[in-house]
């Protein structure tokens, strides 16, 4: 770069004071570079990227030149989002466990992503490990931390007038309003908790679900945010709503881990996933009247909560539609047959047993063919279990 140029640049960034007895351009460069290297402040790149120089002469900077001060322009904007992000957080949580800054949160996303792709294959060999001791409580300590949030949201809310339509966020020292932060930022953390989830999962050799992964990863991130920008007002909704899911949900899980014997009380665990769907409907709902209505809450948080909801819908549907409805749509053929003595029912899994059977059923035994009714099933599955069918099963297999 020659001296005229040079003493373009000076004149373009420092005006006239270049011409002032003993100031060195070179110098006033070099230590302006060396403290925006050593400072986070908020700086004018413009002035390092010569705009104006960039329109008019671009041809006196070479291209690696240019590169490294678009570079360094980049690297600004995202510096001064980063900065500017930081001013707009809620100043009471600023020095609460996690909400210093991003770079906590980030670590335990990308330990559990981590976890999630590398650990299965760790254990692939090792048997299954059975966790009860460990389980038994760690559900019910979840259950009751649900509770009590359950409970914080609910009274807090209703001494403060909450609205359930709409209700902008306190950023006072109010008692209240603090005391509705901490129990947003206790919701945060047992969503930070939850992760363990997926550990386990994985040392009982149980499969990890895209909709496991997903929804865990995730859900750390958006409350997080939530807890950052706006510990209050209606950002209470989802917490209140996801929390009483949570006590039902973790009290079946707490429950299943004592063994086959209880499946006969857990009759209700295909309306946890309804139960679910239905959370989420309600958050669409809840922010899409917000959007609408021109609540005055951050429009960006409300179309995040619906964008998200509707991810979660779709998930979660899928799995509903696969675990159930799916597997009540296959039709296994079923043989009724008549003998002096009782009816008997049936189920064959595979087409072979079914003509191996038809083949040595006897002629004067009179049968049909019927399309499987999952409660009818169960009904007959009650009502004929004896000795006959697995003698039967076992002679036509």
Same mark, same amino acid.
């Given at each position: 770069?020659?001296?005229?140029?040079?003493?373009?640049?000076?004149?373009?960034?420092?005006?006239?004071?270049?011409?002032?007895?003993?100031?060195?351009?070179?110098?006033?460069?070099?230590?302006?570079?060396?403290? %925006?290297? *050593?400072?986070?402040?908020?700086?004018?790149? /413009?002035?390092?990227?010569?705009? #104006?120089?960039?329109?008019?002469?671009?041809?006196?900077?070479?291209?690696?030149?240019? %590169? /490294?001060?678009?570079?360094?322009?980049?690297?600004?904007?995202?510096?001064?989002?980063?900065?500017?992000?930081?001013?707009?957080? !809620?100043?009471? $949580?600023?020095?609460?466990?996690?909400?210093?800054?991003?770079?906590?949160?980030?670590?335990?996303? &990308?330990?559990? $992503? &981590?976890? =999630?792709?590398?650990?299965?294959?760790?254990?692939? /060999?090792?048997?299954?490990?059975?966790?009860?001791?460990?389980? $038994?409580?760690?559900?019910?300590?979840?259950?009751?931390?649900?509770?009590?949030?359950?409970?914080?949201?609910?009274?807090?809310?209703?001494?403060?007038?909450?609205?359930?339509?709409?209700?902008?966020?306190?950023?006072?020292?109010?008692?209240?309003?603090?005391?509705?932060?901490? =129990?947003? +930022?206790?919701?945060?953390?047992?969503?930070?908790?939850?992760?363990?989830?997926?550990?386990?999962?994985?040392?009982?050799?149980?499969?990890?679900?895209?909709?496991?992964?997903?929804?865990?990863?995730?859900? @750390?991130?958006?409350?997080?945010?939530?807890?950052?920008? $706006?510990?209050?007002?209606?950002?209470?909704? =989802?917490?209140?709503?996801?929390?009483?899911?949570?006590?039902?949900?973790?009290?079946?899980?707490?429950?299943? =881990?004592?063994?086959?014997?209880? *499946?006969?009380?857990? +009759?209700?665990?295909?309306?946890?996933?309804?139960? #679910?769907?239905?959370?989420?409907?309600?958050?669409?709902?809840?922010?899409?009247?917000?959007?609408?209505?021109?609540? !005055?809450?951050?429009?960006?948080?409300?179309?995040?909560?619906?964008?998200?909801?509707?991810?979660?819908?779709?998930?979660?549907?899928?799995?509903?539609?696969?675990?159930?409805?799916?597997? #009540?749509? /296959?039709?296994?053929?079923?043989?009724?047959?008549?003998?002096?003595?009782?009816?008997?029912?049936?189920?064959?899994?595979?087409?072979?047993?079914?003509?191996?059977?038809? &083949? *040595?059923?006897?002629?004067?035994?009179?049968?049909?063919?019927?399309?499987?009714?999952? !409660?009818?099933?169960?009904?007959?599955?009650?009502?004929?279990?004896? *000795?006959? @069918?697995?003698?039967?099963?076992?002679?036509?297999?």
């Amino acid at each position: 770069m020659d001296l005229l140029y040079l003493d373009h640049i000076c004149k373009s960034i420092f005006g006239g004071r270049n011409t002032l007895q003993n100031f060195n351009c070179r110098t006033e460069l070099v230590n302006r570079a060396k403290y %925006l290297n *050593q400072e986070t402040v908020e700086v004018n790149y /413009k002035e390092l990227l010569i705009l #104006q120089k960039f329109t008019e002469e671009p041809s006196n900077l070479e291209l690696d030149s240019r %590169l /490294k001060l678009a570079e360094m322009a980049l690297f600004d904007d995202i510096r001064k989002m980063y900065i500017d992000g930081l001013k707009r957080a !809620d100043p009471r $949580v600023e020095n609460w466990p996690f909400m210093q800054s991003p770079v906590p949160i980030i670590i335990v996303f &990308s330990v559990y $992503v &981590s976890l =999630v792709l590398i650990c299965p294959k760790l254990v692939k /060999k090792l048997p299954p490990m059975n966790l009860k001791l460990i389980l $038994v409580p760690y559900n019910f300590v979840l259950v009751a931390l649900s509770v009590y949030m359950f409970v914080e949201f609910i009274t807090v809310s209703l001494l403060s007038n909450y609205s359930y339509r709409c209700q902008p966020v306190d950023y006072s020292e109010d008692y209240l309003a603090v005391r509705m932060a901490k =129990v947003l +930022w206790w919701f945060f953390f047992s969503k930070v908790i939850e992760l363990i989830d997926t550990l386990f999962l994985i040392l009982r050799k149980n499969q990890v679900s895209f909709l496991h992964a997903y929804h865990h990863c995730t859900m @750390i991130l958006t409350y997080w945010m939530g807890v950052k920008y $706006v510990a209050g007002g209606q950002a209470f909704f =989802v917490p209140m709503l996801n929390t009483f899911v949570h006590i039902i949900m973790y009290t079946y899980y707490g429950l299943a =881990v004592f063994g086959p014997h209880m *499946q006969k009380y857990l +009759w209700w665990k295909k309306y946890l996933t309804k139960l #679910q769907l239905i959370q989420f409907v309600s958050f669409i709902i809840h922010s899409g009247y917000n959007l609408l209505s021109g609540c !005055d809450f951050p429009q960006g948080f409300n179309i995040a909560v619906l964008i998200y909801s509707l991810t979660l819908i779709l998930l979660f549907a899928n799995f509903y539609y696969k675990s159930y409805v799916q597997k #009540q749509k /296959k039709k296994k053929l079923t043989i009724f047959f008549s003998t002096k003595h009782n009816d008997t029912i049936i189920d064959f899994s595979t087409k072979e047993l079914e003509l191996s059977f038809l &083949s *040595q059923i006897s002629s004067t035994t009179q049968f049909w063919k019927a399309y499987q009714d999952s !409660d009818k099933k169960e009904k007959y599955r009650e009502n004929t279990i004896n *000795q006959n @069918i697995t003698n039967l099963k076992s002679q036509y297999s």
